[in-house]
């Protein structure tokens, strides 16, 4: 599975973008697709999950009523829309994707056997 991350950028506090992960390889079955973030000096944090084929979703606490993800299945891709964004949302933002997740392990980064190379998300006050 190969897994390409893009839309990240520059963006104002208030604004909006939209991460986008390609998945190419291994896309049948049973896939979750994982966005986490990683700011500098800090740990990488699960922000959203979903569940490529059924569609189940899982976020984390400060990104509800904010972020949505989503995929399109036909493209093979899932989409974070980022909007309100905040400055401490600025970060490098990764997606990830594993074929053998339980739901409790969704939000472990370290749990995902497949890592995109990351877009970097910065939000100006």
């Known amino acids: 599975v190969q897994l390409q991350a893009s839309g990240g950028g520059p963006v104002q506090a208030g604004g909006s973008l939209r991460l986008s992960c390609a998945i190419s390889?291994?896309?049948?079955?049973?896939?979750?697709v994982g966005w986490f973030r990683q700011a500098p000096g800090k740990e990488r944090e699960f922000v959203s999950a979903?569940?490529?084929?059924?569609?189940?979703?899982d976020y984390a606490n400060f990104v509800k009523g904010r972020f949505t993800i989503s995929r399109n299945t036909a493209k093979n891709t899932v989409y974070l829309q980022m909007n309100s964004l905040k400055p401490e949302d600025t970060a490098v933002y990764y997606c990830?994707?594993?074929?053998?997740?339980?739901?409790?392990?969704?939000?472990?980064?370290?749990?995902?056997?497949?890592w995109g190379q990351g877009t970097q998300v910065t939000v100006s006050s």
């Open positions: 979903i569940n490529l084929s059924g569609g189940t979703t």
């Open positions: 390889g291994r896309t049948f079955g049973r896939i979750i």
């Open positions: 990830a994707a594993d074929g053998t997740l339980i739901r409790s392990s969704w939000t472990m980064s370290t749990q995902y056997d497949y």
